[in-house]
């Protein structure tokens, strides 16, 4: 009995991957929605900070998009390393947005700074761990024989 290789390889299953899509939309979606309120809700209060809107929508949209790729992902390795490289996202772009952690809002007489370097600190150490959970989730995904 000769075996091609098509013989051998699991068919696609369009319906399981349309629900998986459809799941990663809709938890993209309610993210959407807690980021456009977000939105609304700090908007007014940081008008005044430069490039708020652009450093804003960049993290939401980098947010959104590793939510829909991590829920696409779901049961396979890529998913720990989106995981990963979201950790590593957060830890650069909050750095960088931030100045590393001192903010200065010009008003029109005087300027405002606010440091807050051991919170930002704190967020990354934070995402460090989520980077080692990562690994170490990954690690055990590996390990998993198929029948398990």
């Given at each position: 009995?000769?075996f091609?290789?098509?013989?051998?390889?699991?068919?696609?299953?369009r319906?399981?991957?349309?629900?998986?899509?459809?799941?990663?939309?809709?938890?993209?979606?309610?993210?959407?929605?807690?980021?456009?309120?977000?939105?609304?809700?700090?908007?007014?209060?940081?008008?005044?900070?430069?490039?708020?809107q652009?450093?804003?929508?960049?993290?939401?949209?980098?947010?959104?998009?590793?939510?829909?790729?991590?829920a696409?992902?779901e049961?396979?390795?890529?998913?720990?390393?989106?995981?990963?490289?979201?950790?590593?996202?957060?830890?650069?772009?909050?750095?960088y947005?931030?100045?590393?952690?001192?903010?200065?809002?010009?008003?029109?007489n005087?300027?405002?700074?606010?440091?807050?370097?051991?919170l930002?600190?704190?967020?990354?150490?934070?995402?460090?761990?989520?980077?080692?959970?990562?690994?170490?989730?990954?690690?055990?995904?590996?390990?998993?024989?198929?029948?398990?």
């Amino acid at each position: 009995m000769d075996f091609t290789m098509s013989e051998l390889e699991p068919k696609p299953n369009r319906r399981k991957l349309g629900l998986r899509i459809a799941r990663a939309f809709l938890l993209t979606a309610a993210s959407g929605v807690f980021w456009l309120v977000i939105w609304f809700l700090t908007s007014m209060l940081l008008a005044n900070f430069p490039n708020y809107q652009m450093l804003f929508s960049v993290l939401a949209w980098g947010l959104l998009f590793f939510t829909f790729a991590i829920a696409l992902a779901e049961g396979t390795i890529y998913k720990y390393l989106l995981i990963i490289i979201r950790a590593f996202f957060l830890i650069v772009y909050l750095a960088y947005a931030t100045n590393s952690g001192i903010l200065t809002i010009n008003f029109e007489n005087f300027a405002l700074t606010v440091e807050f370097v051991p919170l930002l600190a704190l967020i990354i150490v934070i995402n460090l761990l989520d980077i080692a959970r990562g690994l170490l989730q990954s690690i055990e995904f590996a390990a998993q024989s198929p029948t398990d």
